[in-house]
């Protein structure tokens, strides 16, 4: 999920999986920080992520247990890119590789009792809080926003039935799928 592109000279944020098993979140901006976890993501496995930030710090959750958390004095302005899901907003490094069901952004830093609600013990949420949800892709059927008006456009995506814990999900191939969230 990214609307920076992969220079730190660009506004806005990242979050994005690396080598090694690695999950990073990112702003860019005037001032630039990011956390990560290292070594917590398992591949060929369904797992729950989900990144909070307050304005103050960030944490890194998998399956509803902070595995990072750090103190970001980053802050950005308007972004630089459009934002999407499968790539970073440049389109040059960080594509995804793998299924997704459910992406969901809220304007406000989920408490771990959310985050944990959110997980559901690996059971997606069909109907999460709405306080301060902004947008809801299920990424089951097609790539529109249900809770506002931020639909999204699908460049290569495709519905997949192949290990999916949830009947369904999007497939992302890691190398020119993405979905467009203008």
């Known amino acids: ?12 944020f990242t979050i994005l999986f690396k080598t090694g098993n690695v999950v990073k979140y990112g702003i860019w901006g005037s001032s630039d920080g990011s956390i990560s976890s290292t070594g917590v993501w398992t591949t060929g496995e369904w797992q729950h992520l989900c990144v909070t930030y307050d304005g103050t710090t960030a944490k890194i959750y998998r399956n509803a247990v ?42 406000d830093a989920l408490t771990p009792t959310e985050v944990t609600t959110l997980y559901n013990s690996g059971t997606p949420v069909t109907s999460p809080s709405t306080s301060g949800l902004v947008s809801k892709y299920n990424l089951s059927s097609d790539t529109n926003d249900s809770q506002g008006s931020n639909n999204g456009t699908n460049t290569g995506v495709t519905f997949s039935t192949d290990n999916s814990k949830f009947g369904g999900s999007y497939s992302f ?10």
């Open 66 to 107: 902070e595995v990072a958390t750090g103190s970001l004095t980053a802050n950005s302005s308007t972004a630089t890119y459009n934002a999407s899901l499968g790539r970073d907003g440049q389109d040059e490094d960080g594509r995804y590789d793998g299924g997704m069901y459910q992406a969901l952004v809220y304007s």
């Open 1 to 12: 999920f990214d609307n920076a592109g992969s220079s730190s000279l660009n506004n806005g």
């Open 173 to 182: 191939d890691g190398s020119n799928d993405y979905v467009d969230l203008t």
